[in-house]
């Protein structure tokens, strides 16, 4: 009976020793699995990051992440893009150049781990542009945004979790909304009308201001004999130049959602979005948001008559 309760703890301390080593052979399987998934793989099997995977398909730059590298990806989860005004995310979608530059501002070429980070005070990202690395209170942060989960390996790089989307700062422009529109070289109609109704030095002012500037060619469908009468008439002609601008800088996101707006004419010229273009009056916006030192410029392809 001895005999026989030796042999049956034997065998169980056998299984038991069997099944420490099968556990813990699959510990070690699965944590390679998890480090032989790709950049790509390892956000959308994370599931907190499907904004991002989505943004990163309409850039055109899943299959960078995927396969190029190595690479490190500062990346913001869905609740840091939450954060994120709809119209700035609606504009960025709609413009895949400017999508793809905010996402090349999250991605460092090379696989830069947390203990390799925290050495650095800035980073050069695929986009062109710098991040600032800071280290405060014992947290990494890449420009305003916390670094709250480090060092998510995958195949082909190291993903960073942060909280906050990097919006990279564009390049101030150094001209004002005259400087810019004349060196253009489609609005010199507009700087000489604006010059004759003594307006040029007022659109060069602090402001900021809204121009929607009509081109040489929208100038040339207006009647001579009217450019003619508003040429001779300066309170007239200051009237309807000013019916072209609005007071503060209003872009083209912030224009969609506006039935109207306020111009320095005093009256408002009506907004409304048809076909997906935006229209102020019965001109047609033809490019949007040309940005300039005191405001924005629009680009329209009809002198507005108010």
């Known amino acids: 009976m ?3 309760r030796t042999t049956l703890a034997l065998l169980v301390a056998a299984a038991l020793a069997v099944a420490a080593i099968g556990a813990s052979a699959s510990a070690s399987t699965a944590s390679k699995s998890e480090g032989d998934k790709n950049i790509v793989e390892t956000a959308i099997g994370a599931g907190q990051f499907t904004t991002l995977a989505s943004l990163l398909t309409k850039a055109g730059l899943t299959d960078t992440l995927a396969t190029g590298g190595p690479f490190t990806v500062f990346a913001p989860t869905d609740a840091a893009f939450a954060k994120v005004p709809k119209a700035t995310l609606d504009a960025l979608a709609a413009r895949p150049a400017l999508l ?6 999250h991605v460092v070429s090379g ?17 062109g542009r710098s991040l600032a690395i800071k280290v405060r209170e014992g947290s990494v942060y890449a420009d305003q945004a916390k670094v709250t989960t480090p060092d998510v390996m995958a195949s082909n790089g190291v993903i960073h979790v942060i909280d906050s989307v990097l919006i990279p700062k564009a390049a101030a422009p150094t001209q004002n909304i005259v400087q810019t529109a004349v060196a253009a070289g489609q609005f010199k109609t507009l700087a000489s009308l604006l010059t004759k109704a003594g307006l040029a030095g007022t659109l060069q002012g602090k402001g900021p201001f809204t121009v929607f500037a009509p081109t040489d060619a929208a100038f040339a469908k207006v009647p001579k004999a009217t450019l003619a009468a508003l040429g001779k008439n300066k309170a007239k002609l200051r009237a309807v130049l000013l019916y072209h601008v609005v007071k503060g800088k209003v872009t083209a996101a912030q224009a969609m959602k506006l039935r109207a707006a306020k111009t320095l004419n005093g009256k408002s010229v009506t907004i409304r979005v048809s076909g997906g273009k935006v229209l102020i009056g019965g001109a047609t916006v033809t ?3 040309v940005p300039t030192s005191n405001g924005v410029i629009h680009v329209i392809n009809k002198v507005l008559i108010p």
Not at 111 to 127: F, G, I, Q, W
């Open 111 to 127: 696989r830069v781990t947390a203990a390799d980070v925290v050495k650095l005070t800035s980073a050069k990202t695929l986009e």
């Open 100 to 105: 793809k530059s905010v996402l090349l501002y």
């Open 287 to 289: 490019k949007a948001d």
């Open 2 to 4: 001895k005999r026989t």
